[in-house]
């Protein structure tokens, strides 16, 4: 399949600070492509890079076979971006917004009226046309600037976490608009440190932190990565960094990550280890409620090739 994102060894730095560092990757027509990391790992930057709104320090990036350093208006035509800050005027209406940034793309007469049309039923809010941004909810600010995003059918929509503090409707809403896209033929880069939705739309993964891509494939290919492992979750109270201590020298354990009061080990043995791994953790005066055995998720992989959690 054609290639209709390219970028290859991408820097951008901020003095000392090395933001994005030696990326490179392609974006298949037609796929949507995941940038999973924690925050801070990149990926808006990238994002940033790719739109033209900064320039990168170094490497090159080619959208829809235009070069951004030497064509950077016509890439800008092939692509919408739908930011993570909310890009729209609060005192205008829905459709006012939709009208201006409609005409900001070109659009004018019946197609801008069309096209704003469309959009308002793609978001679910062709009701609440006329009512000013500033009344709506969190959740539907945040679809209304998908829908801003995508008035001229650009052939490759950028997604910086679309869904950041919504409300789970709206977050269902726009997972499924995403799939709908992208089935209707539009090819997505989507960006998020939420594991389970980058696993739930992306044909292809790549796991972004401190700057660099650190994995990338599929979701099986990426599983791949811990192949033979389990992930021993253990409902806990009374963890202490001692503890966590004593966990990692139990022969089999392979990484130990705690929260507050969940435990999460990756193994290859964790039948072998359980016995050890409870009666470990009650000697070390901690409580333990529960134990399940799954199989690793992007979460597990990412635990593995840093050891640290993608929640932090």
Not at 193 to 219: F, K, N, P, Q, S
């Amino acid at each position: 399949m054609v290639a209709i994102v390219e970028v290859a060894g991408l820097v951008k730095r901020f003095g000392e600070l090395a933001a994005v560092d030696d990326v490179s990757f392609m974006i298949r027509q037609g796929e949507v492509y995941g940038l999973l990391g924690p925050n801070g790992a990149g990926k808006t930057t990238t994002i940033s890079m790719i739109s033209c709104l900064i320039d990168p320090t170094a490497g090159s990036i080619t959208v829809d076979g235009h070069d951004a350093a030497r064509e950077p208006g016509a890439l800008k035509q092939s692509l919408g971006v739908v930011p993570q800050e909310v890009a729209l005027y609060p005192t205008l209406t829905a459709a006012e917004n939709l009208r201006f940034w409609g005409s900001m793309y070109g659009l004018r007469g019946s197609a801008l009226d069309r096209a704003v049309s469309e959009a308002l039923d793609l978001a679910g809010l062709a009701d609440r046309a006329k009512e000013r941004i500033e009344k709506y909810s969190g959740g539907m600010k945040r679809r209304i600037n998908i829908a801003a995003g995508i008035l001229h059918r650009p052939k490759v929509l950028l997604m910086d976490e679309p869904t950041v503090g919504i409300d789970p409707q709206s977050r269902n809403h726009i997972l499924e608009t995403v799939k709908g896209l992208n089935a209707a033929g539009m090819t997505v880069l989507y960006t998020s440190h939420y594991m389970e939705e980058v696993e739930y739309l992306c044909d292809r993964i790549a796991i972004m932190d401190h700057g660099r891509i650190i994995a990338e494939g599929t979701l099986n290919e990426l599983r791949d990565v811990v192949g033979g492992m389990d992930v021993v979750a253990v409902k806990v109270a009374g963890v202490s960094p001692g503890t966590l201590d004593r966990v990692r020298t139990i022969e089999g354990v392979e990484r130990v990550e705690g929260t507050d009061d969940v435990l999460e080990v990756l193994t290859r043995s964790s039948g072998s280890i359980m016995g050890r791994l409870v009666s470990t953790l009650e000697s070390e005066g901690a409580h333990v409620t529960s134990v399940s055995v799954t199989e690793p998720d992007l979460e597990s992989v990412f635990l593995h090739l840093t050891g640290k959690s993608l929640r932090d």
